[in-house]
């Protein structure tokens, strides 16, 4: 199985703050996603990317943007966040299916 | 629009049998997806279905409709393990990359 790992299980930052999630797989996959989980909300793809450099919008990617300069890593960056960023981000990687998830970063933003 | 529809929450005993129904309607469909969550933890893959029938895998089992754009996912002989919530998630026929995702189920599962 894709094993995916998230850097920080928990962060708290301050309005306007650059807020980096790192995001790494260790079974070589083109794909990897990032989303966000808010309480009564299905997940919601912020990014996506299918290969080294490339990379794909979601539904919400305002406010985001998104660094994958090596196949195994993928970066969710916050330029300057806001407390309505205030979630629990989750990285896949795999099919567009059989995603394999990461244990998630819960971001709070005061 | 594109919405996937399954009960917020729900509560079955311990041995029992539950079923969570999900509901979508979406552009295409090229397949639906069964995932667990459990609290603070990572969704791990349940269950795909494309084609309509029921597809059994241990004690869960997922069944499909695509003509009348429908889903449950069958928990059998509950263990508390498996309190969870149990997200629903279609992959719609003119994206190759992305799922939209029901808000989950959260079974909750009592002695």
């Known amino acids: 199985d894709v094993k995916v790992t998230q850097s920080s299980r928990y962060l708290v930052k301050r309005t306007g703050e650059k807020v980096f999630l790192e995001c790494v797989q260790d079974?070589?996959?083109?794909?990897m996603f990032w989303y966000r989980q808010d309480p009564g909300l299905g997940l919601r793809l912020i990014y996506f990317s299918y290969d080294v450099k490339m990379k794909e919008k979601g539904d919400i990617p305002e406010g985001y943007s998104v660094s994958r300069e090596k196949k195994e890593r993928f970066s969710l960056i916050l330029e300057s966040a806001s407390t309505n960023q205030t979630s629990m981000y989750l990285c896949g990687a795999g099919s567009t299916g059989e995603l394999f998830f990461g244990e998630g970063s819960r971001l709070t933003v005061l | 629009g594109q919405n996937i529809d399954q009960p917020t929450e729900m509560t079955a005993t311990e041995g029992a049998i539950v079923q969570i129904n999900c509901t979508y309607q979406?552009?295409?469909?090229?397949?639906l997806f069964w995932y667990q969550q459990h609290a603070g933890e990572a969704p791990t893959f349940l269950s795909y279905n494309v084609l309509d029938g029921l597809e059994e895998k241990g004690r869960f089992s997922s069944f499909l409709s695509r003509s009348k754009g429908y889903s449950y996912l069958l928990l059998k002989e509950l263990q508390m393990k498996d309190s969870a919530s149990y997200l629903c998630a279609v992959s719609p026929r003119d994206s190759n990359y992305q799922l939209i995702w029901g808000a989950g189920t959260k079974l909750i599962i009592k002695p």
């Open positions: 079974m070589d996959h083109e794909n």
């Open positions: 979406t552009s295409g469909f090229n397949g």
